[in-house]
């Protein structure tokens, strides 16, 4: 037998749709060790019409191939909330690299300017910003929306499986997931000129994601690696048509107190053809109070960590990965002056 590590499983959802306990508890077994091992797994067997899967994928290469001055209009600087477009370079995910080569475009939640998230400056909370100039402008909205709905009800179900992995009741995130935000990020890494330099040059830098659980549909072009510790190799993760890489964030990994994993993944695109990925990152209600999971710390033991809000725990790992990608900005355009920032503790830094 090898002692090659694998990239996360396959892991088959529906019996969590379905009536057969034992199944459901392998399910269950499966996740858990999972969540112990990386944080990382994959599924398929959920409830998202692939056809729908598909749409978004259309919509998301038409979008990026819109002229720059038509992404630009809907830039996410027009916002303070995060919606819109990113050019690429805007972030810095890894110490140390250029900015990742990719560009997207943040969608969230419909809401108006009078909604109280928006009102109270709720965690990446406002009304979305949409491109009208554009033949596919209201498929590209509508099916946008009808994907971000399906991407909540696919969370809550993870959730409900992750719950159980902890020996709690499937509906024990409920109260985490009413009104709860999340953020639909549409990807496009261009290819890496094949001379790049490999030290330097990343289509996401290695990171860990921000919030409770990240369920990222892959295009059919590879990229994708997670780190594997034990071994201390990046792992590819193939692209599988209809699959969600399913994976813990920072969040969760806290919350856990440390139990189960948040883990470092990349992408480099050196394929030669461009590719298209959509996470979907559920943060939970913003004003959900993080605080030590029952069943994650020996009896007696202190939590490690002191109760953080959601908005307060995710919304500083935003202003920090941008505001690198900025620094690092003005340091080379402006070069007598200030010298490059050391990236020192962006490694760990997520999405
Ligand atoms: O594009 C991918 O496959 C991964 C994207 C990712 O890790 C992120 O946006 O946090
Ligand atoms: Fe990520």
Redesign the pocket.
């Known amino acids: 037998m090898s002692s090659k590590a694998e990239a996360p499983p396959i892991l088959d959802f529906s019996p969590f749709y379905g009536g057969d306990e034992v199944a459901k508890a392998a399910l269950v077994d499966q996740v858990r060790r999972c969540c112990l091992h990386n944080g990382f797994f994959q599924i398929v067997g959920h409830r998202v019409p692939q056809s729908l899967q598909q749409d978004v994928l259309r919509c998301v290469q038409s979008f990026f191939s819109l002229p720059q001055e038509e992404k630009d209009k809907v830039h996410k600087d027009n916002t303070t909330w995060n919606r819109g477009y990113e050019s690429i370079g805007s972030q810095i995910l890894e110490a140390g690299t250029n900015p990742d080569l990719k560009e997207g475009f943040y969608i969230g939640e419909e809401i108006d300017k009078d909604h109280p998230y928006f009102v109270q400056k709720k965690l990446n909370s406002g009304p979305n910003q949409w491109p009208d100039n554009f033949h596919d402008a209201d498929l590209f909205r509508e099916t946008s929306q009808a994907y971000y709905t399906e991407m909540h009800a696919l969370a809550r179900d993870v959730l409900a499986v992750i719950a159980q992995t902890l020996d709690l009741g499937e509906r024990y995130f409920d109260k985490f997931t009413t009104g709860a935000v999340a953020t639909l ?1 549409y ?1 496009h890494y261009p290819p890496q000129p094949s001379d790049s330099d490999e030290k330097l040059s990343r289509g ?1 830098g290695a ?1 860990t ?1 921000f919030g409770s659980v ?1 369920l ?1 549909m ?1 295009g059919e072009t590879k ?2 690696q997670v780190w594997e510790k034990a071994t201390e190799e990046w792992l590819d993760v193939e692209p599988v048509r209809g699959a969600y890489v399913v994976n813990l964030g920072n969040m969760f990994m806290r919350w856990s107190n440390d139990l189960y994993r948040s883990n470092l ?1 990349r ?1 480099i695109n050196l394929t030669g053809t461009e590719r298209y ?1 959509v ?1 979907f990152f559920y943060s939970g209600n913003p004003d959900y109070s993080i605080e030590c999971l029952p069943n994650c710390r020996a009896e007696g033991a202190a939590a490690k960590y002191a109760p953080i809000t959601v908005s307060e725990c995710i919304g500083q790992s935003y202003r920090d990965s941008y505001g690198k990608a900025s620094a690092f900005k003005k340091a080379v355009t402006s070069p007598p002056a200030v010298p490059v920032p050391s990236m020192t503790g962006a490694q760990k830094i997520a ?1």
């Open positions: 990020r990807l996401i990171h994601d990240t990222l892959q990229g994708l993944h992408v990925s996470p999405v």
